[in-house]
């Protein structure tokens, strides 16, 4: 059975700084990885998905690699803003189906940047 | 862009209650996955369906049935609700060709 795990489960740093988020899944056959963001008693936000067969994604300031041999993503976001702060989800969708959305998320990240 | 919709946004129902959430797919999309997110939790695969049929099945609870429709919307029905059903509910809908999911606002349910 797939697990995911983020780790820290929580992180506070200053506005400006680069900040790395760990996601870290127990099966490695895997279609894809997706890194989420949410807000408080909100939905998810898609904010980069990375296929089995890619090492890394980019959006803005936002960087996600995928190391899925030894089961392992971080995102990398840099330059940090107080409107960051929100809890981050990593999930992976597992091969040997066709449930390409059928995700396993990790327990989050909740990113504080203060200013 | 259309996105995924689902109603409504907010329900509130009593305990023992039966609750309908609705998910409308992007157009052109055959596949729906209901996932519950409980408080401070990871959301939770619920179950999906694909061209209208069920195509996997998570931790649902027998009290809780879905189906997807002729034109591809789905609907979760849930009855003899409990406090602990308390969730957000999230919808999901994929292109069978494309293996990326796209998530719906979700419905927040409390059980009072």
């Known amino acids: 059975k797939q697990e995911v795990t983020q780790i820290p489960a929580a992180l506070s740093v ?54 899925k041999s030894s089961g392992r993503s971080t995102l990398y976001i840099a330059a940090s803003q107080p409107g960051d702060s929100a809890t981050y989800l990593c999930a992976v969708s597992n091969a040997g189906g066709t449930s390409y959305g059928k995700l396993t998320f990790g327990q989050g990240t909740i990113l504080t940047v203060h200013p | 862009a259309a996105g995924v919709i689902q109603s409504p946004r907010h329900l509130i129902k009593e305990k023992r209650e039966t609750a309908t959430l609705k998910c409308y797919p992007i157009p052109r999309h055959d596949t729906v996955y209901w996932y519950q997110q409980g408080p401070g939790q990871d959301p939770q695969f ?17 009290r809780f049935s879905a189906q997807q429709f002729s034109d591809y919307h789905s609907e979760l029905n849930m009855s003899s609700l409990e406090l602990g059903d308390s969730a957000l509910y999230f919808c999901a809908s994929q292109n069978f060709m494309n293996t990326e999911a796209f998530f719906g606002q979700g419905t927040r349910l409390t059980v009072v």
Do not use: H
């Open chain 1, 14 to 67: 200053p506005e400006g700084e680069n900040l790395v988020l760990n996601c870290s899944f127990t099966d490695s056959a895997i279609y894809n990885l997706q890194w989420f963001r949410q807000d408080p008693g909100k939905g998810l936000t898609s904010l980069l998905l990375i296929q089995s067969s890619q090492r890394e994604q980019t959006s803005g300031r936002l960087n996600a690699s995928l190391d």
């Open chain 2, 46 to 62: 619920l179950i999906s369906f694909y061209e209208k049929m069920q195509s996997d099945k998570g931790s649902i609870p027998d």
